[in-house]
């Protein structure tokens, strides 16, 4: 096969462009570190890198959504920090109108203050996080959870439990309901609760205590007096049935049965009744405004003993909406040590995604820095060899 001088010329030429090529290819990998320049150059470890930038990128979201979940439960739990602050302060002021010595202004007087704290209440159970969202409204975040309709407040949020997904597989709860921690708490000592009958003409203090073993009914503790005998007292269930018979009273009498102890001092007479019933689920703000109430009305208005025997049971009921919060303050606490290992965890994660890129992706530079100088050794010797090869003519010898 004939060469022709021309394409001579142009198999010179395309030697030193590969060479150049090869040359610059070297040289932008030093300049980026970067061993893989395009798909071609390691087309399964392209494939790796892909994958790996997804598993990269899915957890910088996870790392995203613990910073979020970290600053709404942390709102909560300051939340329901200052609720309880209120609730404690409430509970002295409680004590401290259960003193037979107030008049009616003063006890006017501690109403207003615990009015005051049921509004402060209120506003830190529709409190918004930075977003302007409310932070107890469930799913319904633009709705204020709690308003005032009659004399009481509804709940007008959902009952949705906001879930992020902070590591693969895991999710946490970031928001509780209204429901959940204002709503949710039973009234009297949690299992029972004492109701004291208008019509009553004694002077009853009722204290009521159960426990776990208690058998939860309905019950009645009645006064009555027979024929020339002193005042006795028996106690009947719901349907009627004699559960304690005739029995005497003798002041601070402590009643007990079925594992409930029921201490009654003062002066009831016969036809006084001391009801006992299951305790139900009462709002927050209801358990205060019933206090408030209560306070502001005249005492000489009231049955006697109404007053004390409702703020004893008050006291029971601040400790029970006490432990509410501190119940749900402890899993926000827990959920806060969850992000932080999860914080962790996701931190290790990212360590290691970003080494396996860089086993496949990072330049050897001691190889490239070789390879640099062999490939430019390689261009100068074509380059001199094609000027050689140029001046081979035989006009030259002409």
Same mark, same amino acid.
């Given at each position: 096969?004939?060469?022709?001088?021309?394409?001579?010329?142009?198999?010179?030429?395309?030697?030193?462009?590969?060479?150049?090529?090869?040359?610059?290819?070297?040289?932008?990998?030093?300049?980026?570190?970067?061993?893989?320049?395009?798909?071609?150059?390691?087309?399964?470890?392209?494939?790796?890198?892909?994958?790996?930038?997804?598993?990269?990128?899915?957890?910088?979201?996870?790392?995203?959504?613990?910073?979020?979940?970290?600053?709404?439960?942390?709102?909560?739990?300051?939340?329901?920090?200052?609720?309880?602050?209120?609730?404690?302060?409430?509970?002295?002021?409680?004590?401290?109108?259960?003193?037979?010595?107030?008049?009616?202004?003063?006890?006017?007087?501690?109403?207003?203050?615990?009015?005051?704290?049921?509004?402060?209440?209120?506003?830190?159970?529709?409190?918004?996080?930075?977003?302007?969202?409310?932070?107890?409204?469930?799913?319904?975040?633009?709705?204020?959870?709690?308003?005032?309709?009659?004399?009481?407040?509804?709940?007008?949020?959902?009952?949705?439990?906001?879930?992020?997904?902070?590591?693969?597989?895991?999710?946490?709860? &970031?928001?509780? /309901?209204?429901? *959940?921690?204002? =709503?949710?708490?039973?009234?009297? $000592?949690?299992?029972?609760? %004492?109701?004291?009958?208008d019509s009553n003409q004694g002077s009853a203090l009722v204290n009521l205590e159960s426990t776990v073993k208690?058998?939860?009914?309905?019950?009645?503790?009645?006064?009555?007096?027979?024929?020339?005998?002193?005042?006795?007292?028996?106690?009947?269930?719901?349907?009627?049935?004699?559960? &304690?018979?005739? /029995?005497?009273? *003798?002041?601070? =009498?402590?009643?007990?049965?079925? $594992?409930?102890?029921?201490? %009654?001092?003062?002066?009831?007479?016969?036809?006084?009744?001391?009801?006992?019933?299951?305790?139900?689920?009462?709002?927050?703000?209801?358990?205060?405004?019933?206090?408030?109430?209560?306070?502001?009305?005249?005492?000489?208005?009231?049955?006697?003993?109404?007053?004390?025997?409702?703020?004893?049971?008050?006291?029971?009921?601040?400790?029970?909406?006490?432990?509410?919060?501190?119940?749900?303050r402890s899993s926000l606490g827990s959920r806060l040590q969850e992000l932080d290992t999860a914080k962790g965890?996701?931190?290790?994660?990212?360590?290691?995604?970003?080494?396996?890129?860089?086993?496949?992706?990072?330049?050897?530079?001691?190889?490239?820095?070789?390879?640099?100088?062999?490939?430019?050794?390689?261009?100068?010797?074509?380059?001199?060899?094609?000027?050689?090869?140029?001046?081979?003519?035989?006009?030259?010898?002409?």
């Amino acid at each position: 096969m004939r060469i022709s001088s021309n394409q001579q010329f142009q198999q010179g030429i395309d030697a030193l462009l590969r060479q150049q090529a090869k040359l610059a290819e070297t040289q932008e990998q030093l300049a980026t570190g970067n061993r893989i320049l395009t798909p071609s150059d390691d087309p399964a470890a392209s494939t790796q890198l892909i994958k790996l930038s997804a598993l990269s990128a899915a957890n910088q979201q996870f790392d995203r959504n613990i910073v979020f979940a970290q600053n709404d439960v942390d709102l909560s739990e300051s939340k329901l920090k200052s609720a309880g602050d209120i609730i404690q302060r409430v509970r002295e002021l409680v004590v401290q109108a259960n003193n037979a010595t107030n008049s009616d202004q003063s006890r006017s007087a501690i109403a207003t203050e615990i009015e005051n704290n049921l509004y402060s209440m209120r506003d830190l159970a529709n409190s918004k996080d930075a977003t302007g969202d409310y932070l107890f409204s469930g799913f319904n975040a633009t709705t204020k959870p709690f308003v005032k309709e009659g004399s009481g407040y509804v709940y007008k949020g959902d009952q949705g439990e906001r879930f992020l997904q902070i590591a693969d597989g895991i999710q946490i709860q &970031v928001r509780d /309901t209204g429901t *959940e921690i204002f =709503q949710k708490i039973r009234n009297g $000592d949690g299992r029972l609760r %004492v109701a004291i009958p208008d019509s009553n003409q004694g002077s009853a203090l009722v204290n009521l205590e159960s426990t776990v073993k208690s058998l939860v009914g309905t019950y009645s503790i009645e006064f009555f007096e027979e024929e020339n005998e002193p005042l006795h007292y028996r106690v009947l269930n719901e349907d009627g049935e004699t559960v &304690v018979g005739a /029995t005497l009273y *003798e002041p601070d =009498q402590q009643v007990s049965f079925n $594992d409930i102890n029921v201490s %009654v001092s003062g002066s009831p007479v016969a036809g006084d009744k001391i009801e006992i019933e299951p305790s139900e689920f009462q709002d927050v703000f209801t358990t205060l405004q019933l206090l408030v109430d209560k306070l502001k009305a005249p005492i000489a208005s009231a049955p006697p003993n109404s007053l004390s025997n409702h703020l004893t049971q008050s006291l029971q009921e601040m400790d029970l909406v006490l432990d509410k919060f501190l119940s749900v303050r402890s899993s926000l606490g827990s959920r806060l040590q969850e992000l932080d290992t999860a914080k962790g965890q996701n931190a290790d994660e990212d360590l290691r995604l970003q080494r396996s890129v860089g086993a496949l992706k990072d330049l050897d530079y001691a190889e490239a820095v070789s390879r640099l100088n062999m490939q430019m050794t390689g261009l100068q010797a074509a380059q001199q060899a094609y000027v050689k090869v140029q001046g081979l003519s035989l006009f030259n010898f002409l």
